[in-house]
Protein backbone atom coordinates (compact mmCIF):
# COMPACT_ATOMS: atom_id res chain seq x y z
CA UNK A 1 0.00 0.00 0.00
CA UNK A 2 1.35 3.60 -1.09
CA UNK A 3 1.14 6.38 1.19
CA UNK A 4 -1.79 8.33 0.06
CA UNK A 5 -1.13 11.50 2.03
CA UNK A 6 1.66 12.90 -0.59
CA UNK A 7 0.63 15.34 -3.17
CA UNK A 8 2.04 13.19 -6.20
CA UNK A 9 0.96 10.09 -7.98
CA UNK A 10 -3.33 9.93 -6.88
CA UNK A 11 -5.30 10.51 -9.03
CA UNK A 12 -7.83 13.87 -8.78
CA UNK A 13 -10.74 12.54 -10.42
CA UNK A 14 -12.27 10.93 -7.57
CA UNK A 15 -15.52 10.27 -6.54
CA UNK A 16 -17.78 10.43 -3.31
CA UNK A 17 -15.22 11.65 -0.55
CA UNK A 18 -12.19 11.72 -2.84
CA UNK A 19 -11.29 15.20 -2.46
CA UNK A 20 -11.44 14.83 1.11
CA UNK A 21 -9.95 11.67 2.02
CA UNK A 22 -6.49 10.47 1.44
CA UNK A 23 -6.12 6.85 -0.06
CA UNK A 24 -6.02 4.46 2.75
CA UNK A 25 -6.33 0.61 2.72
CA UNK A 26 -9.15 0.34 0.20
CA UNK A 27 -9.81 3.32 -1.96
CA UNK A 28 -12.85 5.38 -1.60
CA UNK A 29 -14.45 4.58 -4.48
CA UNK A 30 -16.14 1.42 -4.13
CA UNK A 31 -14.96 -1.96 -6.50
CA UNK A 32 -18.94 -2.67 -6.92
CA UNK A 33 -21.91 -1.23 -5.96
CA UNK A 34 -23.66 -4.16 -4.65
CA UNK A 35 -21.19 -4.55 -1.29
CA UNK A 36 -21.65 -1.03 0.06
CA UNK A 37 -24.95 -0.85 -0.48
CA UNK A 38 -25.58 -1.25 3.38
CA UNK A 39 -22.26 0.00 4.88
CA UNK A 40 -20.70 3.60 5.15
CA UNK A 41 -17.48 3.49 3.33
CA UNK A 42 -16.06 5.93 5.35
CA UNK A 43 -16.62 3.11 8.64
CA UNK A 44 -15.17 0.97 6.46
CA UNK A 45 -11.92 2.38 6.28
CA UNK A 46 -11.93 3.29 10.04
CA UNK A 47 -12.23 0.05 10.77
CA UNK A 48 -9.70 -1.46 8.25
CA UNK A 49 -6.88 1.37 9.86
CA UNK A 50 -7.64 -0.19 13.10
CA UNK A 51 -7.37 -3.71 12.30
CA UNK A 52 -4.15 -2.98 10.71
CA UNK A 53 -2.62 -1.01 13.79
CA UNK A 54 -3.65 -4.12 16.13
CA UNK A 55 -1.88 -6.37 13.79
CA UNK A 56 1.11 -3.84 13.46
CA UNK A 57 1.27 -3.18 17.18
CA UNK A 58 1.17 -6.88 18.39
CA UNK A 59 3.88 -7.46 15.75
CA UNK A 60 5.75 -4.94 17.62
CA UNK A 61 5.89 -6.38 20.80
CA UNK A 62 6.60 -9.66 19.33
CA UNK A 63 9.29 -8.70 17.64
CA UNK A 64 10.30 -6.40 20.58
CA UNK A 65 10.35 -9.37 23.11
CA UNK A 66 11.96 -11.91 20.30
CA UNK A 67 14.49 -9.52 19.56
CA UNK A 68 15.22 -7.04 22.12
CA UNK A 69 12.82 -4.37 23.59
CA UNK A 70 15.45 -1.29 21.84
CA UNK A 71 14.14 -0.89 18.51
CA UNK A 72 15.98 1.30 15.87
CA UNK A 73 14.34 3.38 12.67
CA UNK A 74 15.50 0.18 9.89
CA UNK A 75 12.85 -2.32 12.06
CA UNK A 76 10.06 -2.52 9.47
CA UNK A 77 7.21 -2.92 11.67
CA UNK A 78 8.41 0.66 13.41
CA UNK A 79 8.37 1.86 9.85
CA UNK A 80 4.57 0.49 9.48
CA UNK A 81 3.89 1.39 12.18
CA UNK A 82 4.68 5.13 11.46
CA UNK A 83 3.02 5.00 8.34
CA UNK A 84 -0.13 3.56 9.78
CA UNK A 85 -0.35 6.16 12.36
CA UNK A 86 0.19 8.80 9.92
CA UNK A 87 -2.97 7.84 7.58
CA UNK A 88 -4.84 7.51 11.15
CA UNK A 89 -4.01 11.07 12.48
CA UNK A 90 -4.78 12.39 8.61
CA UNK A 91 -8.12 10.64 8.00
CA UNK A 92 -10.51 12.96 7.52
CA UNK A 93 -8.49 16.37 7.69
CA UNK A 94 -11.05 18.94 6.57
CA UNK A 95 -9.93 20.67 3.21
CA UNK A 96 -8.72 24.04 2.38
CA UNK A 97 -11.93 26.23 2.07
CA UNK A 98 -11.43 28.23 -1.27
CA UNK A 99 -8.56 29.43 -3.15
CA UNK A 100 -6.77 31.86 -0.08
CA UNK A 101 -8.14 30.03 2.73
CA UNK A 102 -5.75 28.41 4.94
CA UNK A 103 -5.07 24.43 4.70
CA UNK A 104 -5.37 22.36 7.84
CA UNK A 105 -2.10 20.51 8.43
CA UNK A 106 -1.51 17.39 10.45
CA UNK A 107 1.48 20.03 12.16
CA UNK A 108 -1.13 22.11 13.03
CA UNK A 109 -2.88 19.37 15.65
CA UNK A 110 0.53 18.59 16.78
CA UNK A 111 1.28 21.79 17.61
CA UNK A 112 -2.23 22.43 19.30
CA UNK A 113 -0.89 19.62 22.18
CA UNK A 114 1.64 21.67 23.44
CA UNK A 115 -1.23 24.66 24.64
CA UNK A 116 -2.86 21.65 26.29
CA UNK A 117 0.60 19.77 27.40
CA UNK A 118 3.48 22.06 28.10
CA UNK A 119 5.75 19.35 28.25
CA UNK A 120 5.16 18.64 24.64
CA UNK A 121 6.97 22.17 23.66
CA UNK A 122 10.51 20.38 23.81
CA UNK A 123 9.44 18.11 21.42
CA UNK A 124 7.59 20.89 18.92
CA UNK A 125 10.63 23.18 19.36
CA UNK A 126 13.11 20.61 18.98
CA UNK A 127 11.08 19.68 15.38
CA UNK A 128 11.14 23.32 14.07
CA UNK A 129 15.01 23.36 14.76
CA UNK A 130 15.47 20.42 12.67
CA UNK A 131 17.46 21.55 9.41
CA UNK A 132 16.69 18.41 7.54
CA UNK A 133 13.00 18.82 7.71
CA UNK A 134 11.45 21.62 5.65
CA UNK A 135 7.31 20.37 5.21
CA UNK A 136 4.65 20.13 7.96
CA UNK A 137 4.26 16.23 6.52
CA UNK A 138 8.03 16.01 7.77
CA UNK A 139 7.57 17.57 10.64
CA UNK A 140 4.37 15.68 12.02
CA UNK A 141 6.43 12.51 11.24
CA UNK A 142 9.35 13.64 13.40
CA UNK A 143 7.33 14.70 15.65
CA UNK A 144 5.41 11.28 15.95
CA UNK A 145 8.95 9.59 16.30
CA UNK A 146 10.44 11.73 19.08
CA UNK A 147 6.54 10.98 21.07
CA UNK A 148 7.06 7.67 20.48
CA UNK A 149 10.94 7.78 22.03
CA UNK A 150 9.68 9.84 25.14
CA UNK A 151 6.91 7.46 25.91
CA UNK A 152 4.60 10.09 25.49
CA UNK A 153 2.64 9.20 22.28
CA UNK A 154 -0.35 7.65 24.46
CA UNK A 155 -0.74 10.26 26.58
CA UNK A 156 -0.79 13.06 23.71
CA UNK A 157 -3.30 10.67 21.77
CA UNK A 158 -5.59 10.66 24.95
CA UNK A 159 -5.29 14.07 25.76
CA UNK A 160 -6.56 14.74 21.75
CA UNK A 161 -9.04 12.28 22.14
CA UNK A 162 -10.79 13.87 25.82
CA UNK A 163 -10.48 17.45 23.98
CA UNK A 164 -11.93 16.52 20.88
CA UNK A 165 -14.84 18.53 20.94
CA UNK A 166 -12.45 21.80 21.96
CA UNK A 167 -9.40 20.95 19.97
CA UNK A 168 -10.08 18.57 16.94
CA UNK A 169 -13.46 19.76 15.78
CA UNK A 170 -11.39 22.63 14.16
CA UNK A 171 -9.21 20.38 12.09
CA UNK A 172 -11.47 17.05 11.10
CA UNK A 173 -14.84 16.11 9.88
CA UNK A 174 -17.48 14.17 12.15
CA UNK A 175 -16.86 11.32 10.56
CA UNK A 176 -13.03 11.36 10.91
CA UNK A 177 -11.64 8.42 12.94
CA UNK A 178 -9.82 10.48 15.44
CA UNK A 179 -13.50 11.60 15.99
CA UNK A 180 -14.94 8.44 16.37
CA UNK A 181 -14.63 5.62 18.95
CA UNK A 182 -12.18 3.80 17.15
CA UNK A 183 -9.50 6.42 18.21
CA UNK A 184 -9.72 5.52 21.77
CA UNK A 185 -9.25 1.77 20.58
CA UNK A 186 -6.21 3.36 18.96
CA UNK A 187 -5.22 5.07 22.63
CA UNK A 188 -5.42 1.53 24.27
CA UNK A 189 -3.69 0.22 21.82
CA UNK A 190 -0.59 2.74 22.32
CA UNK A 191 -0.39 2.58 25.56
CA UNK A 192 0.97 -1.16 25.18
CA UNK A 193 4.03 0.37 22.98
CA UNK A 194 5.64 1.95 26.47
CA UNK A 195 7.13 -1.71 27.19
CA UNK A 196 9.15 -1.10 23.76
CA UNK A 197 12.56 1.22 23.89
CA UNK A 198 13.39 2.82 20.58
CA UNK A 199 16.65 4.27 19.14
CA UNK A 200 15.38 6.87 16.59
CA UNK A 201 17.88 8.99 14.50
CA UNK A 202 15.63 12.06 13.14
CA UNK A 203 18.61 14.05 11.73
CA UNK A 204 19.64 11.23 9.23
CA UNK A 205 16.03 10.45 8.18
CA UNK A 206 14.62 12.10 5.06
CA UNK A 207 11.38 12.59 6.37
CA UNK A 208 9.50 14.97 3.61
CA UNK A 209 9.04 12.57 1.13
CA UNK A 210 7.14 8.92 0.69
CA UNK A 211 7.77 7.00 3.55
CA UNK A 212 7.06 3.51 1.43
CA UNK A 213 5.24 0.87 1.37
CA UNK A 214 3.51 -2.03 3.67
CA UNK A 215 3.96 -5.57 3.33
CA UNK A 216 0.85 -7.22 4.66
CA UNK A 217 2.32 -10.45 4.43
CA UNK A 218 4.37 -10.02 7.44
CA UNK A 219 0.70 -10.06 9.45
CA UNK A 220 -1.06 -12.18 7.71
CA UNK A 221 0.35 -15.24 8.78
CA UNK A 222 -0.99 -19.00 8.42
CA UNK A 223 -1.52 -20.76 11.81
CA UNK A 224 1.17 -22.77 11.40
CA UNK A 225 3.57 -19.70 10.88
CA UNK A 226 3.03 -17.92 14.26
CA UNK A 227 6.16 -16.69 16.45
CA UNK A 228 7.20 -19.69 18.83
CA UNK A 229 6.54 -19.01 22.54
CA UNK A 230 10.34 -17.87 24.19
CA UNK A 231 11.89 -19.80 26.70
CA UNK A 232 11.09 -19.52 30.67
CA UNK A 233 14.41 -18.06 31.11
CA UNK A 234 14.77 -15.69 28.37
CA UNK A 235 11.51 -14.37 29.42
CA UNK A 236 12.58 -13.66 33.16
CA UNK A 237 15.12 -12.38 31.71
CA UNK A 238 13.87 -9.62 29.83
CA UNK A 239 10.73 -9.35 32.99
CA UNK A 240 13.69 -8.54 35.27
CA UNK A 241 15.30 -6.06 32.81
CA UNK A 242 11.68 -4.41 32.43
CA UNK A 243 11.02 -3.94 36.04
CA UNK A 244 14.97 -2.28 36.87
CA UNK A 245 14.15 -0.02 33.36
CA UNK A 246 10.82 0.62 34.75
CA UNK A 247 12.19 1.43 38.53
CA UNK A 248 14.63 3.42 36.73
CA UNK A 249 11.89 5.83 34.97
CA UNK A 250 9.95 6.03 38.59
CA UNK A 251 13.19 7.11 39.82
CA UNK A 252 13.42 9.76 37.11
CA UNK A 253 9.81 10.72 37.55
CA UNK A 254 10.51 11.26 41.02
CA UNK A 255 13.34 13.18 40.91
CA UNK A 256 11.56 15.69 38.36
CA UNK A 257 8.77 15.99 40.38
CA UNK A 258 11.17 16.49 43.73
CA UNK A 259 13.22 19.38 40.93
CA UNK A 260 9.34 21.22 40.60
CA UNK A 261 8.64 21.01 44.01
CA UNK A 262 12.05 22.67 45.09
CA UNK A 263 11.59 25.31 42.34
CA UNK A 264 8.13 26.27 43.70
CA UNK A 265 9.95 26.48 47.42
CA UNK A 266 12.59 28.67 45.23
CA UNK A 267 9.77 30.89 44.27
CA UNK A 268 8.03 31.20 47.64
CA UNK A 269 11.37 32.16 49.13
CA UNK A 270 11.74 34.61 46.51
CA UNK A 271 8.23 36.36 47.78
CA UNK A 272 8.75 36.06 50.90
CA UNK A 273 12.06 37.58 50.64
CA UNK A 274 10.34 40.65 48.93
CA UNK A 275 7.77 40.90 51.52
CA UNK A 276 10.32 41.00 54.21
CA UNK A 277 11.98 43.72 51.79
CA UNK A 278 9.44 45.84 51.85
CA UNK A 279 9.05 45.47 55.96
CA UNK A 280 11.65 46.51 57.08
CA UNK A 281 11.67 50.03 54.88
CA UNK A 282 8.28 50.45 56.73
CA UNK A 283 10.35 49.49 59.79
CA UNK A 284 13.24 51.93 58.19
CA UNK A 285 11.01 54.63 58.64
CA UNK A 286 9.28 54.06 61.37
CA UNK A 287 13.02 54.30 62.94
CA UNK A 288 13.46 58.08 61.31
CA UNK A 289 10.11 58.93 62.63
CA UNK A 290 11.57 57.68 66.36
CA UNK A 291 14.45 59.48 66.02
CA UNK A 292 12.95 62.80 65.33
CA UNK A 293 10.41 62.74 67.44
CA UNK A 294 13.43 61.64 70.29
CA UNK A 295 15.40 64.98 68.94
CA UNK A 296 12.14 67.03 69.56
CA UNK A 297 11.93 65.69 73.06
CA UNK A 298 15.23 66.22 73.50
CA UNK A 299 15.13 69.62 72.87
CA UNK A 300 11.79 69.97 75.26
CA UNK A 301 13.79 68.05 78.17
CA UNK A 302 16.90 71.04 77.49
CA UNK A 303 14.79 73.66 77.58
CA UNK A 304 12.76 72.70 80.91
CA UNK A 305 15.99 72.17 82.36
CA UNK A 306 17.21 75.35 82.08
CA UNK A 307 14.12 77.00 83.00
CA UNK A 308 14.23 74.87 86.22
CA UNK A 309 17.90 76.29 86.87
CA UNK A 310 16.41 79.86 86.03
CA UNK A 311 13.95 79.56 88.75
CA UNK A 312 16.05 77.85 91.82
CA UNK A 313 18.36 80.63 91.12
CA UNK A 314 15.14 82.94 92.02
CA UNK A 315 14.44 80.76 94.57
CA UNK A 316 17.60 81.17 96.23
CA UNK A 317 18.04 84.99 95.52
CA UNK A 318 14.29 84.88 97.17
CA UNK A 319 15.84 83.35 100.49
CA UNK A 320 18.95 85.61 100.41
CA UNK A 321 16.62 88.44 101.07
CA UNK A 322 14.17 86.81 103.40
CA UNK A 323 16.85 86.06 105.64
CA UNK A 324 18.24 89.64 105.26
CA UNK A 325 14.66 91.04 105.90
CA UNK A 326 14.72 88.56 109.28
CA UNK A 327 17.65 89.96 110.70
CA UNK A 328 16.33 93.55 110.03
CA UNK A 329 12.95 92.88 112.71
CA UNK A 330 15.02 93.21 115.93
CA UNK A 331 15.63 96.57 115.16
CA UNK A 332 12.01 97.40 115.96
CA UNK A 333 8.44 96.29 116.29
CA UNK A 334 7.67 99.03 113.55
CA UNK A 335 10.17 97.81 110.77
CA UNK A 336 8.89 93.96 111.84
CA UNK A 337 5.61 94.75 110.84
CA UNK A 338 6.81 96.39 108.04
CA UNK A 339 8.95 93.53 106.60
CA UNK A 340 6.30 91.22 107.77
CA UNK A 341 4.45 92.88 105.34
CA UNK A 342 6.26 92.60 102.65
CA UNK A 343 7.43 89.31 103.45
CA UNK A 344 3.66 88.17 103.28
CA UNK A 345 3.60 89.77 100.23
CA UNK A 346 6.98 88.40 98.78
CA UNK A 347 5.36 84.72 99.78
CA UNK A 348 2.21 84.92 98.29
CA UNK A 349 3.75 85.56 94.75
CA UNK A 350 6.11 83.14 95.33
CA UNK A 351 3.25 80.50 96.28
CA UNK A 352 1.69 81.77 92.93
CA UNK A 353 5.35 80.65 91.66
CA UNK A 354 5.14 77.35 93.26
CA UNK A 355 2.10 76.45 92.00
CA UNK A 356 3.08 77.33 88.73
CA UNK A 357 6.05 74.92 89.59
CA UNK A 358 3.90 72.11 90.65
CA UNK A 359 1.93 72.40 87.41
CA UNK A 360 5.03 72.45 85.37
CA UNK A 361 6.06 69.63 87.30
CA UNK A 362 2.90 68.04 87.01
CA UNK A 363 3.11 67.95 83.17
CA UNK A 364 6.80 66.80 83.15
CA UNK A 365 5.35 63.67 84.81
CA UNK A 366 2.33 63.42 82.22
CA UNK A 367 4.96 63.44 79.69
CA UNK A 368 7.08 61.04 81.31
CA UNK A 369 3.76 58.64 81.14
CA UNK A 370 2.86 59.85 77.59
CA UNK A 371 6.77 58.35 76.88
CA UNK A 372 6.32 54.87 79.01
CA UNK A 373 2.97 54.38 77.42
CA UNK A 374 4.71 54.83 73.80
CA UNK A 375 7.98 52.60 74.67
CA UNK A 376 5.30 49.90 75.86
CA UNK A 377 3.60 50.14 72.28
CA UNK A 378 6.60 49.94 71.34
CA UNK A 379 7.67 46.91 73.18
CA UNK A 380 4.21 45.20 72.16
CA UNK A 381 4.78 45.97 68.43
CA UNK A 382 8.17 44.44 68.53
CA UNK A 383 6.75 41.60 70.39
CA UNK A 384 3.95 41.27 67.23
CA UNK A 385 6.92 41.41 64.74
CA UNK A 386 8.72 38.64 66.42
CA UNK A 387 5.47 36.44 66.35
CA UNK A 388 5.27 36.99 62.91
CA UNK A 389 8.63 36.23 62.33
CA UNK A 390 8.24 33.21 63.85
CA UNK A 391 5.25 32.18 61.89
CA UNK A 392 6.96 33.04 58.99
CA UNK A 393 10.35 30.49 60.05
CA UNK A 394 7.53 27.59 60.99
CA UNK A 395 5.95 27.73 57.42
CA UNK A 396 8.82 28.97 55.04
CA UNK A 397 11.98 27.42 57.02
CA UNK A 398 14.61 29.23 55.49
CA UNK A 399 16.83 32.54 55.61
CA UNK A 400 17.06 36.19 54.96
CA UNK A 401 20.31 37.45 55.07
CA UNK A 402 18.60 40.74 55.42
CA UNK A 403 16.88 39.80 58.58
CA UNK A 404 19.87 40.09 60.04
CA UNK A 405 20.52 43.87 59.28
CA UNK A 406 17.01 44.41 60.89
CA UNK A 407 17.36 43.04 63.67
CA UNK A 408 20.44 44.83 64.66
CA UNK A 409 18.54 48.15 63.40
CA UNK A 410 15.87 46.78 66.36
CA UNK A 411 18.91 46.50 68.57
CA UNK A 412 19.84 49.84 67.81
CA UNK A 413 16.56 51.54 68.26
CA UNK A 414 16.64 49.63 71.79
CA UNK A 415 19.78 51.01 73.00
CA UNK A 416 18.25 54.69 71.98
CA UNK A 417 15.02 53.86 74.19
CA UNK A 418 17.26 52.94 76.79
CA UNK A 419 19.32 56.14 76.66
CA UNK A 420 16.20 57.96 76.90
CA UNK A 421 14.64 55.98 79.83
CA UNK A 422 18.12 56.72 81.65
CA UNK A 423 17.90 60.40 80.76
CA UNK A 424 14.26 59.69 82.21
CA UNK A 425 15.71 58.55 85.14
CA UNK A 426 17.91 61.67 85.53
CA UNK A 427 15.15 63.63 85.36
CA UNK A 428 12.99 61.68 88.25
CA UNK A 429 16.25 62.27 90.06
CA UNK A 430 16.06 66.13 89.66
CA UNK A 431 12.73 66.60 90.46
CA UNK A 432 13.61 64.75 93.83
CA UNK A 433 16.01 67.15 94.19
CA UNK A 434 13.88 69.76 93.66
CA UNK A 435 11.00 68.15 96.45
CA UNK A 436 13.74 68.03 99.06
CA UNK A 437 14.69 71.97 98.27
CA UNK A 438 11.07 72.52 98.65
CA UNK A 439 10.55 70.81 102.26
CA UNK A 440 13.96 72.56 103.45
CA UNK A 441 12.40 75.49 102.53
CA UNK A 442 8.85 74.53 104.34
CA UNK A 443 10.96 73.63 107.19
CA UNK A 444 12.63 77.23 107.28
CA UNK A 445 9.06 78.61 107.18
CA UNK A 446 7.73 76.69 110.17
CA UNK A 447 11.08 77.81 111.88
CA UNK A 448 10.68 81.47 110.92
CA UNK A 449 7.05 81.16 112.66
CA UNK A 450 8.14 80.30 115.86
CA UNK A 451 10.49 82.41 116.13
CA UNK A 452 7.69 85.54 114.95
CA UNK A 453 5.50 83.65 118.21
CA UNK A 454 8.32 83.96 120.77
CA UNK A 455 8.98 87.84 119.43
CA UNK A 456 5.16 88.29 119.98
CA UNK A 457 5.35 86.78 123.35
CA UNK A 458 7.86 89.31 124.38
CA UNK A 459 6.66 92.08 122.64
CA UNK A 460 2.87 91.12 124.55
CA UNK A 461 5.32 91.50 127.78
CA UNK A 462 6.48 94.76 127.18
CA UNK A 463 3.17 95.90 126.09
CA UNK A 464 1.56 94.67 129.63
CA UNK A 465 4.10 96.52 131.30
CA UNK A 466 3.96 99.79 129.34
CA UNK A 467 0.44 100.99 130.45
CA UNK A 468 0.53 104.12 129.01
CA UNK A 469 1.29 102.64 125.64
CA UNK A 470 -1.16 99.92 126.21
CA UNK A 471 -4.20 101.16 124.11
CA UNK A 472 -2.29 101.61 121.21
CA UNK A 473 -0.41 98.90 121.16
CA UNK A 474 -3.45 96.56 121.83
CA UNK A 475 -4.19 97.54 118.29
CA UNK A 476 -1.40 96.69 117.30
CA UNK A 477 -2.02 93.42 118.49
CA UNK A 478 -5.38 92.58 116.94
CA UNK A 479 -3.61 93.64 113.75
CA UNK A 480 -0.98 91.01 114.43
CA UNK A 481 -3.24 88.47 115.44
CA UNK A 482 -4.72 88.73 111.81
CA UNK A 483 -1.54 88.49 110.58
CA UNK A 484 -0.20 85.65 112.35
CA UNK A 485 -3.45 83.95 111.27
CA UNK A 486 -3.12 84.97 107.73
CA UNK A 487 0.53 83.62 108.44
CA UNK A 488 -0.87 80.14 109.63
CA UNK A 489 -2.89 79.60 106.85
CA UNK A 490 -0.24 79.96 104.29
CA UNK A 491 1.75 77.24 106.41
CA UNK A 492 -1.24 75.08 106.32
CA UNK A 493 -1.33 75.71 102.92
CA UNK A 494 2.60 74.89 102.72
CA UNK A 495 2.34 71.39 104.52
CA UNK A 496 -0.78 70.45 102.12
CA UNK A 497 1.59 71.26 99.05
CA UNK A 498 4.47 68.84 100.76
CA UNK A 499 1.98 66.21 100.98
CA UNK A 500 0.90 66.65 97.21
CA UNK A 501 4.71 66.39 96.93
CA UNK A 502 5.21 63.12 98.86
CA UNK A 503 2.55 62.06 96.77
CA UNK A 504 4.28 62.51 93.39
CA UNK A 505 7.46 61.28 95.02
CA UNK A 506 5.87 57.72 95.88
CA UNK A 507 4.12 57.79 92.25
CA UNK A 508 7.78 58.60 91.07
CA UNK A 509 8.95 55.02 92.77
CA UNK A 510 5.94 53.63 90.96
CA UNK A 511 7.53 54.61 87.99
CA UNK A 512 10.57 53.43 88.58
CA UNK A 513 9.54 49.79 89.83
CA UNK A 514 7.53 49.49 86.38
CA UNK A 515 10.65 50.75 84.52
CA UNK A 516 12.67 47.80 86.57
CA UNK A 517 9.67 45.51 84.68
CA UNK A 518 10.40 46.84 81.26
CA UNK A 519 14.21 45.83 82.00
CA UNK A 520 13.19 42.68 82.49
CA UNK A 521 11.07 42.25 79.77
CA UNK A 522 14.00 43.60 77.61
CA UNK A 523 16.51 41.18 78.63
CA UNK A 524 13.72 38.00 77.64
CA UNK A 525 13.29 39.73 74.53
CA UNK A 526 16.91 39.58 73.78
CA UNK A 527 17.34 36.25 74.87
CA UNK A 528 14.27 35.40 72.21
CA UNK A 529 16.46 37.24 69.66
CA UNK A 530 19.50 35.30 70.30
CA UNK A 531 16.83 32.45 69.60
CA UNK A 532 15.96 33.40 66.53
CA UNK A 533 19.05 34.27 65.26
CA UNK A 534 20.88 30.57 65.73
CA UNK A 535 17.35 29.54 64.25
CA UNK A 536 18.10 31.38 60.98
CA UNK A 537 21.63 30.60 60.88
CA UNK A 538 20.30 27.10 60.74
CA UNK A 539 17.68 27.60 58.49
CA UNK A 540 20.14 29.70 55.81
CA UNK A 541 22.85 26.32 55.91
CA UNK A 542 19.93 24.06 54.55
CA UNK A 543 18.87 26.57 51.81
CA UNK A 544 22.09 26.86 50.94
CA UNK A 545 22.65 23.12 50.15
CA UNK A 546 19.22 22.83 48.76
CA UNK A 547 19.86 25.44 46.35
CA UNK A 548 23.42 23.45 45.42
CA UNK A 549 21.58 20.65 44.69
CA UNK A 550 19.00 22.27 42.56
CA UNK A 551 22.11 23.74 40.36
CA UNK A 552 23.77 20.35 40.16
CA UNK A 553 20.75 19.26 38.88
CA UNK A 554 19.97 21.94 36.33
CA UNK A 555 23.50 21.41 34.96
CA UNK A 556 23.49 17.88 34.42
CA UNK A 557 19.81 18.27 32.31
CA UNK A 558 21.54 21.19 30.49
CA UNK A 559 24.57 18.55 29.70
CA UNK A 560 21.39 16.00 28.46
CA UNK A 561 19.65 18.48 26.54
CA UNK A 562 22.83 20.20 24.30
CA UNK A 563 23.92 16.39 23.90
CA UNK A 564 24.58 15.70 20.63
CA UNK A 565 25.00 12.36 18.25
CA UNK A 566 27.97 12.81 15.95
CA UNK A 567 28.37 11.08 12.79
CA UNK A 568 31.03 8.67 12.15
CA UNK A 569 32.39 10.02 8.53
CA UNK A 570 32.45 13.85 10.75
CA UNK A 571 34.76 12.18 13.23
CA UNK A 572 38.51 11.32 12.07
CA UNK A 573 40.49 11.40 15.58
CA UNK A 574 39.26 10.10 19.52
CA UNK A 575 37.86 13.38 20.90
CA UNK A 576 39.80 12.62 24.19
CA UNK A 577 43.20 10.93 23.58
CA UNK A 578 43.70 12.69 20.23
CA UNK A 579 44.27 9.49 18.09
CA UNK A 580 43.63 8.83 14.77
CA UNK A 581 41.31 6.13 13.93
CA UNK A 582 41.93 2.83 11.94
CA UNK A 583 41.71 -0.68 11.63
CA UNK A 584 43.05 -1.73 14.29
CA UNK A 585 41.38 1.60 16.22
CA UNK A 586 37.91 1.48 15.81
CA UNK A 587 34.84 4.10 16.65
CA UNK A 588 32.66 3.58 19.42
CA UNK A 589 29.91 6.09 20.07
CA UNK A 590 29.52 7.08 23.71
CA UNK A 591 25.50 6.58 24.49
CA UNK A 592 25.67 9.54 26.83
CA UNK A 593 26.90 12.59 24.87
CA UNK A 594 27.00 10.98 21.45
CA UNK A 595 30.44 11.60 20.89
CA UNK A 596 32.88 9.14 19.28
CA UNK A 597 35.98 7.52 21.40
CA UNK A 598 38.50 4.84 20.66
CA UNK A 599 37.97 1.49 22.41
CA UNK A 600 40.55 2.30 25.42
CA UNK A 601 38.76 6.09 26.26
CA UNK A 602 34.90 4.26 26.29
CA UNK A 603 35.59 1.34 27.80
CA UNK A 604 32.70 1.54 30.41
CA UNK A 605 29.60 0.32 30.66
CA UNK A 606 26.54 2.12 33.15
CA UNK A 607 23.02 2.07 32.98
CA UNK A 608 20.89 4.84 31.05
CA UNK A 609 17.27 5.46 31.45
CA UNK A 610 16.87 5.24 27.54
CA UNK A 611 18.29 1.52 27.97
CA UNK A 612 17.59 -1.73 29.54
CA UNK A 613 20.71 -2.96 29.59
CA UNK A 614 24.27 -1.42 30.65
CA UNK A 615 25.82 0.64 27.62
CA UNK A 616 29.07 2.02 26.57
CA UNK A 617 30.31 5.40 28.06
CA UNK A 618 33.13 7.33 27.69
CA UNK A 619 34.95 8.02 30.65
CA UNK A 620 34.35 11.44 31.57
CA UNK A 621 30.31 10.98 30.83
CA UNK A 622 31.52 7.72 33.36
CA UNK A 623 32.39 9.57 36.26
CA UNK A 624 29.92 12.15 35.87
CA UNK A 625 26.98 9.53 36.09
CA UNK A 626 28.71 7.68 39.54
CA UNK A 627 28.69 11.52 40.82
CA UNK A 628 24.61 11.33 40.05
CA UNK A 629 24.35 7.94 41.29
CA UNK A 630 25.84 8.39 44.37
CA UNK A 631 24.54 11.95 44.65
CA UNK A 632 20.69 10.28 44.35
CA UNK A 633 21.73 7.56 46.64
CA UNK A 634 22.62 10.32 49.08
CA UNK A 635 19.15 12.19 48.72
CA UNK A 636 16.65 9.31 49.42
Known amino acids: MENGGEESGEPRQLKNNADRWPVLLVSSEPRSNKVYEKK??????????????????????????????????????????????????????????????????????????EKYMPEASDITSSVRELPSVKTHL????????????????????????????????????????????????????????????????????????????????????????????????????????????????????????????????????????????????????????????????????????????????????????????????????????????????????????????????RTLRDEAEVAMKLLEKDIHEKQDTILSMRRQLEDIKAINLQLYNKLQACEKDLKMKTDYSTELESKIVELNKSLHELEDKSYDLVNLKSKNEELVRKFGAQLAEKDQSRSVLESDLKIERAQRASLQSTVDNYQKQIASLKDTIKKSQLVNQEYEKLKASYADLQRLHSEHERTLEEMGIQLKESKLKIEDLKENQMAMKEAVWTQDKQVTYCKQCNKPFSVARRKHHCRHCGDIFCNSCSDNTMPLPSSAKPVRVCDTCYTLLLQRYSATTDYT
Open 40 to 113: DPVAIERSNLLNVIKLVVKELIESSLKYGRQLDSDHVPLQHFFILMEHAMRHGLKPKKGLLGPKKELWNVMEAV
Open 138 to 361: GRARAWLRLALMQKKLADYFRMLIDGKDEILSEFYERDALMMSEEAIVVGGLLVGLNVIDCNLCVKEEDLDYQQGVIDFSLYLREPNGEVQPIEGVETSNFTAVLDQKNYIEELNRHLNATVTDLQQKVEQLQTTNALMKEDLAISKNQIITLQDENAQLRKICDKLTKENKKRLDEIKADMMTERETYQTTQVGLDSMYTDIRNSLQEEMAKRKELEVECELQ
